[in-house]
């Protein structure tokens, strides 16, 4: 990919700035990444397989937060969020606190360098985190392998890794995460046709920890 200031955490520091200073101007939560049906599809995979309610779930670059909410609504209650952006912690706090769910635990974390306490989850969750890293002007493949491996330590073996995508095919990401994780399912997303072929906007994989 080319680099990007989507992959500067510059850039997310100023829009969650922004997005801060909307909520606490008209209470917006701002930005859904990938749609509601996104939080759905995940919710519904851990349901339909019966992934226990006490369950630790880590949620990378949660962003505003709203994911974790959304799982504690479902009766969720061991819950991370974690965001390299100060801003971005500070809006979860806020909506956290809205929505009266003070069992949310967030930290500000980068993911590439996480703290040794990061560790031991059942369920991580990335909605859009991994192409951000992607998009990094610096070294963009050494910061997946940095992510991986970070992947690797936070995650209990059989743990789930279920990842959302817009910049990787099925196929990219199974080779970027061939070591350590092996595929368990590909969840359904919306489907496009142009010029006669139909493509997804949107990639969806659940991973397993080996």
Not at 113 to 141: N, R, W
């Amino acid at each position: 990919f080319s680099p990007s200031v989507l992959g500067t955490r510059e850039h997310w520091d100023a829009a969650y700035e922004r997005e801060l200073q909307t909520f606490q101007d008209i209470g917006d939560t701002g930005e859904i990444w990938f749609g509601e049906e996104s939080m759905v599809r995940i919710i519904r995979w851990l349901e339909k397989h019966k992934v226990p309610l006490d369950s630790s779930v880590l949620d990378i670059g949660t962003g505003n937060g709203v994911l974790l909410v959304e799982l504690a609504k479902s009766g969720y209650m061991n819950l991370t969020g974690i965001d390299y952006s100060p801003s971005a912690i500070q809006l979860s706090e806020k909506v956290r606190e809205k929505e009266g769910m003070s069992n949310i635990k967030l930290k500000v974390e980068d993911f590439l360098a996480p703290s040794a306490e990061l560790s031991g989850f059942d369920i991580c969750i990335d909605k859009g985190t991994f192409d951000a890293v992607s998009l990094d002007p610096g070294d963009a493949v050494a910061k997946r392998k940095l992510y991986v491996g970070s992947l690797c330590r936070v995650l209990k073996p059989e743990g789930f890794f279920l990842i959302t995508s817009c910049n990787w095919t099925k196929e990219e990401l199974l080779d970027e995460f061939r070591e350590g994780f092996e595929i368990l399912e590909e969840l359904p997303t919306p489907k496009f046709c142009f010029g006669g072929r139909i493509g997804n906007s949107v990639t969806a994989l659940v991973f397993q920890r080996k």
